[in-house]
Nanobody, 115 residues
């Protein structure tokens, strides 16, 4: 079972990035998915979540209107499209898959937004 996140990098404020998360070893379509982030010196926080059916989404207030979560169950992929990035979005981003007592985490990908 593995979640492999990628797509992080250095971007200027106002720019965009798309994070990807590749799932293997389990059926992603059965799981709710989410993106979390942890900035230096801060606790991990939830950024966005998407239900297994795709019918229910959650966005943190700080990213509403700027980030979009999506999934491609056929490809076992999860995405987070981030636009209008701000320096305060700088963090390590983690993807997560959740089903009842099962929680799988990716290794994290660093996003750095320069002012």
């Amino acid at each position: 079972v593995q979640l492999q996140a990628s797509g992080g990098g250095l971007v200027q404020a106002g720019g965009s990035l798309r994070l990807s998360c590749a799932a293997s070893g389990f059926t992603l379509g059965d799981y709710a998915i989410g993106w979390f982030r942890q900035a230096p010196g801060k606790e991990r926080e939830g950024v966005s979540c998407l239900s297994s059916s795709g019918g229910s989404t959650y966005y943190a207030d700080s990213v509403k209107g700027r980030f979009t979560i999506s999934r491609d169950n056929a490809k076992n992929m999860v995405y987070l499209r981030m636009s209008s990035l701000k320096p305060e979005d700088t963090a390590v981003y983690y993807c997560n898959a959740h089903l009842r007592q099962r929680d799988y985490w990716g290794q994290g990908t660093l996003v750095t937004v320069s002012s």
